[in-house]
């Protein structure tokens, strides 16, 4: 029974080193934790809590944008040379017919107030010849050339002046069309309101208007006669008298 005796010396020999390891306080492996543990976030404990926590982002935040501008909407096309020509046309027939709803509408959409017809008229020249006030404004509101002539060389004024339209008369000199031009008859708007009317009250009126606007009475026609002289010839006492008290 010798062998037997042997190995319980081994056994006890055995026990010995394990006790002793074991009062050194040698670290023990850990138990690895069961995959389903690792898998729910227990092994992770957060304060108590056994809620598992969020894995990290894998995207960087990204650093927030500037709001950007939102470009203009594109300007509509403009009119092609023909639809152009068209809406001019239908601007001077809505001045010639003095509709002042249709005339502005018609600015409204494109229309050029100094484009002119077949004989020279615009829609600003007609509404002044005519005495048209409501549709002048309107065309002097949309940049009516103030200095543009019809088919005779004459401003606008001139036939005003003819006509005895005093109030467009007044429009006229306060937009500042030349008083002292001379067109291809030879003549002023003086001399015209002189020559081509009565005489009258109106016409002493706007002879009266253009005298205190710095219309010269003394430019000529082309018969040489001033417009007191032709007003002397003609029989205007009160326009002659007018004329003399400026001199």
Not at 137 to 143: E, I, K, M, S, V
Not at 208 to 218: E, T, V
Not at 224 to 242: V, W
Request: hydrophobic share 40%.
């Amino acid at each position: 029974m010798r062998w037997f005796g042997a190995l319980c010396s081994v056994l006890v020999l055995a026990m010995s080193v394990t006790a002793c390891q074991a009062g050194r306080g040698e670290p023990q492996a850990p138990a690895a934790a069961p995959p389903s543990a690792l898998a729910s976030g227990d092994a992770h404990p957060s304060s108590g809590s056994t809620n598992p926590m969020p894995p990290p982002s894998a995207t960087p935040p990204q650093a927030s944008q500037p709001p950007q501008a939102t470009p203009p909407p594109a300007s509509p096309p403009g009119l092609s040379a023909e639809a152009q020509a068209q809406l001019d046309q239908e601007l001077i027939a809505a001045a010639k017919a003095n509709n002042e709803l249709l005339v502005g509408e018609l600015i409204g959409r494109g229309g050029d107030v100094n484009a002119k017809d077949a004989i020279q008229d615009s829609a600003f020249l007609y509404a002044g010849a005519e005495g048209f006030n409501g549709v002048l404004r309107l065309t002097l509101a949309a940049g009516a050339d103030v200095a543009s002539t019809n088919r005779y060389g004459g401003t606008a004024l001139i036939p005003a002046s003819e006509h005895g339209h005093v109030d467009t008369v007044r429009i006229l000199i306060d937009a500042g069309v030349p008083v002292n031009h001379v067109n291809n008859l030879g003549w002023t708007a003086m001399q015209e309101a002189i020559v081509l009317n009565n005489g009258g009250p109106l016409q002493q009126e706007v002879v009266r208007l253009l005298l205190d606007a710095g219309a010269d009475p003394n430019i000529p026609d082309r018969e040489g006669r001033t417009a007191l002289e032709n007003a002397e010839r003609l029989g205007f006492a009160g326009i002659a008298a007018l004329i003399r008290s400026r001199g």
